[in-house]
């Protein structure tokens, strides 16, 4: 089949919004980050995400506001332009084409924006990494400086370097940098926590310094405040310190940001801050060192360990977030749901300690059991591990502990799977103690899980294990035999083997397609059984690092992996040639994938799309990337919808404004008809709502007014369907209407 | 009447005292005639003082306990005595904790094979340092230790020891100041006193009459001194030509007057007391502006805030340091505070600025020293601003006095050392002058030696205690221990008469005789050691002119002593079975009268060495008793020297680590000195940071001359080529790995012996064996008190 131009790799939702250090912009009514190739504008207030700069056709690596229009920002991609946006309307002004050099200033703004020309594919991802050279530049316009390594140039009037000294032990290389915005001092932050203040850094021999020690690990950031008064830091304890500029030892503290703080910024009125977190995070602080919002991304961690999945009921997807934790994460409104503590136990923020991780998580049919193991001492020798299940309680919409299982195995679980069967739920878990395990409810007065049976065969150490569609059938992989089990009777039916090589990955197939079981091995092989007749009904040679069989079709999504990049195939088990394959899907290995369902399907006829039709394919790389493919048809509608927006320039764009616009155009229409005397009462609970209550009369006077104003005039026309929906908003948004609701 | 006020609260001060109840009961007993009615109330007051603030007198007068502070006073001990100077004799069998103490080691290099006693039962104890005070235009650093001696040190000549002052008992330095060229001190004692630096003596000392003085201070007129007292007052004393004279008090304060600063032109004094800084003018002797000193937050609010220090600027900035931790900045003209700075939470005890006044060091009592810079702040601006910048941590307890120099900041305290830091920004060239420097012990020997009969005797500063030197069996190998046949023994223990302290001692090469004296006498024993049974008996009639020296020596066949004495001069005395008889004087022929710090016979008898402070070094004949002639004098003092048995020539090491060989008989410069001066010495060698203290010369082998330092024992063979500046220098582990053939190519002159650290003494004894006695840091350090306990991180 041929590659079709209508399919496209995007980043989707959940792109990191840490890369580079927020802005806000100069009213502090908007946060802007980037995320992929977007840029996202974010109401500080609501935390809400307003809309997105759409443009770039790469990573966007770095943003900054127009110095001359504190209402259009500069953004630097590594596609190679610099765009001029404004910000509010979320329009493009200019495209400005770099090239040739290899870091280049733009001459209009003060950031290095550090663009490579990508010559060959490897480059592109060099360019990427330089990218986050680029560093905290001062306003004053003589002043520019940079750190690399350790070394930091100082660009003044002359330039000099100074060099940390490797002395024996100490480790004193620079980290980050920043300039005061008004003396002429620099901070440096360095490796081992500390961070020294430069002056008189002109003179060549007489510069001095002055050394602060706070953090216990490496400063990540540093940011002066506006006015300088301040020098915010912050690293891996996830506390952002605020230095007195001037009297250095007194500080403060706001501790419990969550994962490390990557980059701090200031808006330029002083009254806000914003930090970055690893785990894909924006905290806006207030100057009074409050948190007043949370922007939470998908959250990454190192490495995801846990597959993929999809909750049943939420439809979110499921994996590894803080540590400890699982997150839920739905695709649909690119927003970060809740995080589930598995591990129950409090996350010490230092580089090397050994601390429990979740590794394996699973979710029943139905979505009402998680089954989840959690171990550490992954490299010393003592390995501790446990086994733990959820139920999920329809009070409270949560999962709830309902059984841990301290020493389910003797050795790590490899492999974990419920039974896809309605009726009774099972548990299945193979580990590297040779055998395997089925964990039943227990009988009607125990609700607690405990085991069912104990499989094993011939000693060999269980790689996978998968239960057909109508969980009649399990399949266990033991190196490279296949043994398929009755889990009604627990008898060993038949063994399946085609050696050479130990099964990497296993899968039944589903509806028209169940007869057949999928497996792929390491020699590079991929095999079909047909368990009717139990023999191999094909197989081909190629090295499948990921096999995901869509639920909802027969369609079976196939990653290979092969000179340096993956390619996708998408078949049917019964059809000997691939529906769909994409060539070159990333640079890098997949090892997670899951098809997610669609709220309304696509009505595609595109033979090419058709697969796409009911479900999407989401896959994760080893960069911590979320992909998606996405059909051209699909594009359009988006971009269609997102032209409907109109917005106005006063108000910030809140689900409350878009109720409150939309009752007011009725009711505007609404007056037309009646008598436009009716304007008056509008007029007071607009003033009501946009004047500070410090001005406002007493309440007594404004109480009866208010109140009218709510109230539909009797002249002859009909009672407004939309009030009771007011009042709803009114008590869904707290924040913004806490005066009126007293007055009510 | 005012004699007994001053006393008793002299005892107060230094014993800290009354504290405890036991330490009143004490106080009673023995001073029950002083107690008078008037004192009443004082005493009350000082009970007053919160238990924190006299635990911090203690830590600051650098006592370790009250009570072991009484028991240790030797004026209790001596009291049942009845003035004998031996208290007791002592044999020692076998002690656990001196187990350690000979070990016998074989040091065998390519030089030979030495048998070494590694002697570590010298339990020789630095003094807390209380003050410095430095001198810009001599490049002299004075400095007061607790025990009440002063020591001047040479900063542009490696920091050596030129001046050693010994103290006295209970005689309590608070306070440091040079006027011109003269050197006062104050203390608790209530007297200030001036030093005779040349003859290395006090000058004289007069009472102020105001109670314990806290602090010193001239004018940079030189033509006062301020003093502040116990009482309240600061006292203006007149600086004639050779004494000092009470002028007049300015405004009598309620509280005692703790820290003093001139403002540089003299018409002004700010003065540090407890909660508050007064700004007296000098004219009137009134006060101008009192500032409040804020107390602690919280529980310490009760705690008076004390202002240890103050500086006072040109620019009219008065800075003080105070209890509270804090450096605060105050304008004269307003009286208001500027600025403050938290350095810690303990107390910052010292301040000291710049010459030109654009840097501040402050010393706390958590061994921190911190800088201050008056930096501008924004480039080709003028408001400069003081910003805190570096801080340097070199000791591990309080920092009792701080002085920044040009080009380094030194810093001392109750740990004893003296750290030299240099500020590299104001070093034009770095080299091993201008490196951190520590110094821990004296630049004097403490230990002299019996060679002939293996006997030691440690020089502490109140008494002297003799040892004999154990003995080994068996052979072993290179850097192996020996078993010891015969642990060491302390024979003898000496107990000074009277207050002062020791300033020099000697015994005799035989083992016969002991001399010791301080600055007011000289004694003489005689030494009868019969196997197990040992007497000394003083020499009761000596010659009037031995009644003080500064530095002592016998003649190699013990017949004689030289006696260092005023005007360069040396006295001999012969010594015999009947008593010591005065033979005669030597004196040089011209040049200065500064005291003499080192002697060396020579060992046929004919020739004796002498150099003073002024780096002259005279040569006497013994036989003529005239001045034979002066060696050229070199820009460096002279730190060792000795004259060698065979040859008669002079070999002198310089502070700068130059050495110079001398030949007597001809009167000039050898060929082998000669040669180094033209080569140069290696880099390594003149980077060494501590002085060479003794020259020994191998009888075995004429040509090798033994050197050591704190840290090193060296060879110098002189029959060896000279290392230049490429070749290895600390080659020994080579040479070894090297055949015979090329052993010969690659060996050079120095041989240098790391083995031994803190090394206080090296001596070459008859037998080829070696005497190593050292006092290891981390001794001393268990022995200092407890440092201010500080919080770190993950623990």
């Known amino acids: 089949m041929v590659e079709t131009s209508d399919i496209r790799v995007v980043r989707c939702g959940g792109s990191k919004v840490n890369l580079t250090p927020p802005i806000i912009s100069s009213d502090s009514r908007f946060v802007l980050c980037t995320s992929g190739d977007l840029v996202k504008v974010y109401s500080t207030r609501t935390e809400e995400w307003l809309h997105s700069l759409q443009g770039h056709t790469n990573q966007v690596t770095g943003i900054t506001l127009n110095p001359a229009n504190h209402l259009q920002v500069y953004s630097c991609s590594v596609d190679g332009t610099v765009k001029l946006w404004d910000f509010i309307d979320g329009i493009l002004i200019k495209v400005q084409l770099v090239s040739g050099l290899c870091v ?87 490796e081992d926590g500390k961070i020294r203040l430069w002056r008189n850094f002109i003179h060549k021999k007489e510069y001095t310094y002055s050394t602060q020690h706070w953090h216990h690990n490496a400063v990540n950031t540093l940011c002066f405040t506006p006015e300088g008064t301040h020098l915010l830091s912050g690293g891996i304890e996830s506390v952002l310190v605020q230095w007195q500029y001037g009297a250095d030892n007194r500080k403060e503290f706001l501790p419990r940001l969550g994962g490390s703080i990557l980059h701090i910024s200031a808006s330029s009125d002083g009254q806000l801050f914003c930090t970055s977190h690893s785990d894909n995070k924006i905290t806006v602080i207030e100057s009074s060192f409050k948190v007043c919002g949370v922007i939470q991304g998908l959250v990454k961690g190192d490495a995801v360990l846990t597959d993929l999945m999809i909750d049943p009921r939420s439809k979110a997807l499921v994996l590894n977030g803080k540590p400890g934790h699982l997150q839920f994460y739905s695709l649909l409104r690119d927003k970060h749901l809740y995080n589930l503590d598995i591990v129950q136990q409090e996350y010490i923020y230092e580089a090397g300690l050994d601390q429990f991780e979740v590794v394996k998580a699973a979710f029943d049919i139905k979505g009402s059991w998680l089954a989840t193991v959690e171990e550490r001492g992954k490299k010393s020798s003592d390995l501790e591990f446990f086994l733990k299940l959820w139920a999920f309680d329809e009070r409270t919409q949560s999962f709830v502990l309902n059984t841990t299982i301290t020493a389910a195995h003797t050795d790590r679980i490899i492999s974990m799977c419920f039974s896809s069967s309605e009726e009774t739920t099972m548990l299945v878990t193979a580990a590297e103690d040779s055998q395997f395990k089925a964990w039943c409810q227990g009988a009607d007065d125990q609700n607690f899980w405990s085991c069912d049976f104990v499989g094993s065969y011939h000693k060999l150490n269980p790689t996978n294990c998968s239960f057909s569609a109508d969980s009649s059938l399990l399949a266990v992989s033991f190196q490279e035999v296949i043994t398929i089990w009755s889990p009604d009777t627990w008898e060993m039916l038949t063994t399946l083997c085609q050696p050479p090589g130990v099964i990497r990955d296993l899968c039944f197939g589903r509806l028209s397609c169940s007869k057949y079981l999928l497996g792929t091995t390491t020699k590079n092989l991929l095999c079909c059984w047909n368990l009717l007749t139990c023999e191999l009904e094909w197989s081909t040679s190629v090295d499948v690092s990921k096999l995901q069989p869509d639920p909802f079709s027969e369609n079976v999504a196939a990653f290979s992996y092969q000179s340096k990049h993956t390619d996708l195939f998408v078949f049917k088990p019964s059809e000997p040639r691939p529906l769909f394959t994409n060539k070159n899907v990333c640079s890098e290995k997949v090892h997670r994938a899951v098809f997610v369902p669609r709220e309304e399907p696509l009505n595609s006829c595109d033979e090419s799309t058709q697969w796409l039709n009911r479900s999407q394919l989401y896959f994760l790389t080893q960069n911590m990337d979320l992909l998606t493919f996405s059909t051209a048809t699909e594009e359009d509608r988006m971009l269609s919808s997102s032209k409907q927006l109109v917005i106005d320039d006063s108000v910030a764009v809140t689900p409350f404004y878009l109720l409150l616009g939309k009752h007011r155009q009725q009711q505007q229409k609404l007056n037309t008809q009646s008598h436009p005397v009716s304007d008056k009462p509008q007029q007071t609970q607009g003033s009501l709502l946009h004047t500070p209550a410090h001005v406002l009369p007493a309440a007594s006077v404004l109480c009866s007014m208010f109140v009218n104003s709510f109230l539909i005039s009797n002249t002859g026309v009909q009672q407004d369907p939309l009030s009771p929906l007011r009042v709803k908003t009114l008590v869904n948004f707290p924040k913004l209407m806490k005066y009126e609701l007293l007055y009510l | 009447m005012q004699l007994f006020s001053s006393l008793w609260l002299w005892k107060l001060s230094c014993k800290g005292i009354i504290r405890t109840t036991t330490g009143q009961r004490h106080l009673k007993h023995t001073h029950t005639c002083f107690r008078k009615p008037q004192h009443k109330h004082l005493q009350r007051d000082q009970l007053q003082n919160s238990e924190d603030y006299w635990e911090r007198r203690r830590r600051t007068i650098g006592l370790k306990e009250w009570d072991h502070a009484r028991l240790s006073d030797p004026d209790w001990v001596c009291a049942g005595s009845a003035g004998l100077d031996a208290v007791g004799i002592w044999f020692r069998e076998c002690t656990h904790d001196r187990e350690e103490g000979t070990q016998s080691e074989d040091l065998r290099s390519a030089m030979g094979e030495f048998k070494v006693h590694r002697v570590r039962f010298f339990d020789y104890m630095p003094s807390g340092i209380r003050a410095l005070a430095f001198n810009q235009d001599t490049e002299r650093m ?16 490696r920091f050596f020891q030129e001046k050693i002052i010994p103290g006295r008992e209970q005689c309590g330095i608070e306070g440091l100041s040079w006027v011109g060229e003269r ?238 830091r240099p500020l590299l920004d ?89 001399v010791y004296s301080t600055a007011s006498t000289l004694r003489l024993y005689r030494l009868h050691c019969d196997n197990n049974n040992i007497s000394i008996t003083k020499i009761s009639k000596l010659p009037k002119v031995l009644s003080s020296a500064n530095q002592l020596c016998f003649s190699s066949d013990s017949s004689h002593l030289f006696s260092a004495s005023a005007q360069s001069s040396v006295h001999i005395a012969s010594l015999s079975q009947s008593g010591c008889k005065f033979v005669g004087t030597l004196k040089p022929k011209s040049g200065s009268h500064q005291a003499i710090h080192l002697l060396a016979a020579s060992e046929d008898g004919k020739w004796l060495a002498s150099a003073n402070s002024d780096h002259e070094v005279h040569i006497y004949n013994l036989q003529t008793q005239k001045a034979h002639c002066t060696v050229p004098v070199y820009s460096s003092a002279v730190t060792a020297m000795g004259i060698h048995p065979a040859t008669n020539c002079l070999f002198m090491m310089h502070a700068d680590q130059q050495m110079f060989e001398y030949s007597i008989e001809q009167k000039q410069y050898t060929d082998w000195s000669r040669t180094v001066q033209r080569k140069g010495l290696h880099r390594f060698w003149v980077e060494r940071d501590t002085p060479c203290l003794n020259v020994m010369f191998n009888p075995q082998n004429p040509s090798h001359v033994i050197l050591h330092d704190m840290y090193m024992l060296c060879i110098i063979d002189q029959s060896l080529p000279l290392p230049d500046d490429k070749t290895q220098f600390y080659n020994q582990l080579t040479l070894k790995s090297l055949t015979e053939e090329q052993r010969k190519s690659q060996s050079h002159a120095f041989k240098v012996c790391k083995t031994f650290k803190d090394i206080l003494c090296v001596e070459l004894m008859p037998d080829q064996s070696l005497v190593v006695v050292e006092r290891p840091l981390e001794d001393i350090a268990t022995q200092l008190p407890a440092p201010i306990k500080q919080k770190k991180f993950a623990t």
């Open chain 2, 426 to 514: 104001k070093i034009e060239v770095r080299s091993a002058a201008s490196a951190l420097r520590k110094i821990h012990f004296p630049h004097r020997r403490l230990v002299s030696c019996a060679r002939k009969s293996g006997l030691m005797l440690f020089q502490y500063p109140g008494h002297l205690e003799l040892w004999r030197l154990g003995e080994s069996e068996g052979k072993g190998t290179p850097g192996s221990s020996l078993f010891v046949k015969r642990n060491p023994e302390k024979l003898l223990q000496l107990k000074v008469k009277g207050e002062d302290h020791i300033r020099c001692s000697a015994v005799s090469p035989c083992g016969g005789w002991i």
């Open chain 1, 104 to 190: 280049s200033a733009c001459p209009e703004c003060f950031q290095l924006v550090s663009v490579h020309l990508p010559k060959s594919a490897e480059q592109e991802v060099e360019a990427k990494e330089m990218s986050a050279v680029s560093s905290h530049i001062s306003k004053n316009p003589s002043c520019t400086a940079f750190g690399r390594g350790v070394r930091v140039h100082f660009f003044f009037f002359l330039v000099f370097s100074l060099k940390a000294t490797d002395k024996k032990g100490a480790k004193n290389a620079f980290t980050c940098i920043a300039c005061h915005p008004t003396d002429d001092c620099i901070a440096t932050g360095h």
């Open chain 2, 142 to 157: 004075a400095v007061a230790r607790m025990d009440g001696s002063v020591e001047v040190f040479h900063c542009s000549d």
């Open chain 2, 183 to 420: 050197l006062f001190s104050a203390g608790l004692n209530g007297g200030i006193t001036e030093y005779d630096l040349t003859n290395q003596k006090v000058k004289y000392t007069i009472d102020a009459y105001g109670g314990p003085i806290w602090t010193i201070t001239g004018n940079q007129q030189g033509t006062h001194l301020a003093v502040g007292c116990e009482d309240g007052t600061v006292k203006l004393f007149e600086v004639n030509e050779d004494q000092i004279q009470f002028e007049r008090n300015l405004d009598r304060q309620k509280s005692r007057i703790i820290s003093l600063s001139w403002h540089p032109s003299g018409s002004k004094i700010a003065a540090g007391m407890m909660d508050m800084i007064q700004v007296f003018n000098v004219e009137t002797g009134h006060s101008i502006h009192r500032m409040l000193a804020d107390r602690g937050a919280g529980t310490s609010r009760s705690k008076e805030c004390v202002v240890w220090s103050v500086v006072y600027l040109s620019d009219g900035t008065i800075i003080t340091g105070d209890s509270v931790g804090m450096v605060k900045l105050w304008d004269d003209q307003t009286g208001t505070l500027i600025k403050s700075h938290n350095v810690t939470k303990c107390d910052v005890l010292a301040l000291s600025v710049s010459q030109n006044e654009d840097s501040l060091v402050a010393g706390t009592s958590e061994g921190i020293v911190v800088q201050f810079q008056f930096v501008s702040m924004v480039l080709e601006k003028d408001d400069k601003e003081w910003v805190r910048t570096r801080t340097f941590r070199n000791h591990t307890h309080d920092i009792r006095a701080v002085a920044e120099i040009t080009t380094a900041v030194v810093s001392g305290g109750m740990d004893a050392q003296l750290v030299v």
